[in-house]
C-alpha cells in the first residue's frame, strides 16, 4: 500500500531555521525534545513529531523521527517518543563540537509595495 509521512511544521530548533546553542541541550527527555536538540559526534540531532497516513484507508499512525542537520543518514523514525529520545541520546557516546551559529538558509521575499494616484478624486475636484 502506497502511504505518506507528513512531519508539520518544523519547531524553532531545526536546523532549517538556523543553528542557536540555546537550543542544544545535554540530553534529550520527555519534556524537552519539542525545544530542545542534542549534538553527538558533532551532529546536531533533533526528534519531531509526525504521522504516516495509508492511501484508500482513514488509518492514521502516529511517529517520531529523529533526523541531522545535515542528512547524516540518521533520518530515521520510530513508533514511540522513548525509542526515538533513546536512539538519539546513544548515537553516540562523546558530544563532539558544537555546530556553528548561524542564522536562517532562505529568506522570504515580499513584492515591491505598489502606490497608485487615485486619479479619480483628482478629476472630481477639478470639475
Given at each position: 500500500m502506497t502511504s505518506s509521512t507528513y512531519?508539520?511544521?518544523?519547531?524553532?530548533?531545526?536546523?532549517?531555521?538556523?543553528?542557536?546553542?540555546?537550543?542544544?541541550a545535554k540530553k534529550l527527555t520527555n519534556k524537552n525534545w519539542k525545544r530542545k536538540a542534542i549534538v553527538r559526534d558533532s551532529i546536531y540531532i533533533y526528534v519531531i513529531k509526525g504521522t504516516i497516513s495509508v492511501?484508500?484507508?482513514?488509518?492514521?499512525?502516529?511517529?517520531?523521527?529523529?533526523?541531522?542537520?545535515?542528512?547524516?543518514?540518521i533520518d530515521v523514525h520510530f513508533d514511540t517518543l522513548k525509542e526515538a529520545i533513546f536512539y538519539a541520546n546513544s548515537y553516540s557516546?562523546?558530544?563532539?563540537?558544537?555546530?556553528?551559529?548561524?542564522?536562517?538558509?532562505?529568506t522570504i521575499h515580499v513584492?515591491?509595495?505598489?502606490?497608485?494616484?487615485?486619479?479619480?478624486?483628482?478629476?472630481?475636484?477639478?470639475?
Open positions: 512531519w508539520g511544521l518544523q519547531p524553532a530548533h531545526s536546523p532549517g531555521y538556523g543553528i542557536n546553542h540555546k537550543y542544544i492511501y484508500n484507508s482513514n488509518s492514521e499512525k502516529c511517529i517520531y523521527g529523529v533526523f541531522g542537520e545535515r542528512g547524516e543518514g557516546d562523546h558530544e563532539g563540537v558544537y555546530p556553528k551559529e548561524k542564522g536562517s538558509s532562505w513584492g515591491p509595495v505598489m502606490t497608485f494616484s487615485n486619479s479619480t478624486n483628482k478629476k472630481k475636484k477639478g470639475k
